[in-house]
């Protein structure tokens, strides 16, 4: 029964861990007339990287 119970566990752990992954957080905004900031993140806690691209 323990080990089960461990095993459960075990498997709940690892389906997290893994599905924390796939739910990146995305971001988009103009700053200006001429840029646009994109910034996403792996994991839902944590910082943004933040990119800028230009466009006419």
């Known amino acids: 029964m323990t080990k089960t119970i461990a095993a459960l ?4 752990i690892l389906g997290l861990a893994f599905c924390q992954n796939a ?5 988009e ?13 792996d994991l839902v806690i944590g910082k943004y990287r933040c990119h800028t ?4």
């Open 29 to 41: 905004h103009r700053v200006g007339k001429h840029k646009i900031v994109k910034c996403y993140r």
């Open 9 to 12: 566990g075990f498997a709940a």
């Open 53 to 56: 691209y230009y466009y006419w």
């Open 23 to 27: 739910q990146a957080q995305y971001s």
